[in-house]
């Protein structure tokens, strides 16, 4: 079994708008987990609790196996970088090199020569003020330093808000090579559906404060297809998995099915072709997943 | 480097198997030249657009079937093939072709003789030009 950098255990914690939990999840270590959810579901509370600018109020946090209800140590909390999705005020009036001073004495594993060569390759100048970037440049400074601060554990924030795409090229190789060299487990809040196609190992999905679960991205995919064929309603009856159906001529039906391999071995003995098959794309398979139609552990 | 390995959605057959008979047959078929370093798990992921848990049961297949090699901190590379498997394996990609196209007549009503003389006939064709 893989081991786990990051747990909610039984988490509940009331906020203004939206309620949390009880959630139950975990992030497997040098995986990267893409967190997907509709706008206000939790994601962000997820990750603040995961930094602990926020205490649950039921329920506990476990960072790399342990668990620190009086506070996270330095030696882990250096461990740990964090993009959030608004930044902390404190730091508005410092010029960016000297911000990255300040966390340069907290993160012993600091590389100031990456967070020069990324720098330089968003093409941001060091001298400027926080509060006197574009969003943009305000965005890719807090990679950058994240990036810099060599962590085992990174929570991104919708990180790719604001980004150019060529920014977000660079960004997304950095993430990888910090999975992939410095063995990081890394946790991304996304609204791109690109980004998970591309960065994403396993998927979890929040919804109104609750989770609705963890999948391996390849494998839900590959369940999820919408087919078209003859038309033959008492083969329709008998395939596996379908969620919907729909009869567009007199002689085709397509329907959406959620068990493909069984649906693909059951035409097959049927000796029928399907004259079109398409793989849904993620936020179809999101939406199913949402409205219940599929069930994940 | 970057795999030249296409993945067909509308195939039922699985994404690991689809990148495993297409790297499998590019290695046989030289051309990923033995001792080739190959991509990372993540970058080919990356690349494919797929999880690191699909490419890593690709390689372990590989190496299990003697195709490839890991390095602990270098990476895995191509190994040897052998000349008979190598003709094996060639063999074994035209029939799985042939095994399609015989599905496909058959599934628009086409007699195996009817089939014989089509795949004779596109042959001389093919000479001819």
Redesign the interface.
């Known amino acids: 079994m893989e081991k786990a950098a990051l747990e909610w255990r039984n988490v509940v914690k009331k906020r203004d708008r939206m309620e949390l939990g009880p959630v139950d999840l975990k992030l497997y270590e040098n995986y990267v987990t893409a967190l997907i959810g509709r706008n206000g579901s939790g994601k962000s509370t997820l990750m603040k609790l995961a930094v602990q600018l926020i205490h649950p109020d039921k329920g506990e946090v476990v960072w790399f196996g342990e668990r620190y209800p009086n506070g996270l140590p330095a030696e882990v909390r250096a461990k740990i970088a964090y993009v959030p999705e608004n930044y902390i005020a404190e730091e508005n009036g410092l010029k960016m090199d000297d911000a990255a001073k300040f966390r340069a004495f907290w993160y012993p594993g600091w590389d100031w020569q990456r967070y020069e060569e990324l720098l330089h390759r968003f093409e941001v100048p060091g001298d400027k003020k926080l509060n006197k970037l574009s969003k943009g440049q305000r965005r890719k400074f807090e990679i950058a330093a994240a990036l810099a601060a060599k962590p085992k554990l990174l929570l991104l924030d919708e990180p790719s808000s604001g980004l150019d795409p060529f920014a977000w090229k660079t960004m997304m190789n950095e993430i990888r090579r910090c999975v992939d060299e410095d063995g990081a487990t890394v946790l991304l809040s996304t609204h791109i559906v690109e980004e998970v196609r591309r960065m994403a190992d396993y998927l979890i999905l929040v919804d109104k404060g609750r989770s609705l679960g963890m999948a391996e991205k390849d494998s839900l995919l590959e369940r999820c297809r919408e087919i078209w064929i003859s038309r033959d309603d008492e083969l329709l009856d008998e395939l596996p998995g379908v969620i919907e159906s729909a009869i567009e001529s007199s002689g085709m039906v397509r329907f959406v099915t959620l068990d493909y391999a069984g649906a693909a071995a059951l035409l097959d003995e049927a000796g029928v072709k399907p004259i079109r098959v398409r793989a849904l794309e993620l936020d179809e398979v999101m939406e199913h997943w949402m409205n219940g139609s599929i069930p994940t552990a | 480097m970057r795999i030249p390995v296409q993945i067909n959605?509308?195939?039922?057959e699985?994404?690991?198997h689809q990148i495993e008979t297409q790297l499998r047959s590019l290695i046989v078929t030289g051309q990923i030249a033995e001792g080739t370093l190959l991509p990372?798990i993540?970058?080919f992921?990356?690349d494919l657009?797929?999880?690191?848990?699909?490419i890593r049961r690709v390689y372990q297949d590989l190496e299990n079937e003697g195709l490839l090699r890991t390095r602990q901190g270098t990476g895995t590379f191509v190994t040897k093939v052998d000349t008979d498997d190598r003709e094996a394996y060639k063999k074994q990609i035209v029939q799985d072709a042939v095994r399609e196209l015989i599905?496909?007549a058959?599934?628009v009503g086409y007699t195996p003789d009817e089939l014989r003389l089509l795949l004779d006939e596109t042959l001389r064709e093919e000479e001819r030009r």
């Open positions: 959605e509308s195939s039922a699985p994404l690991y990372s993540r970058e992921s990356a657009k797929c999880s690191v848990i699909t599905d496909t058959r599934s």
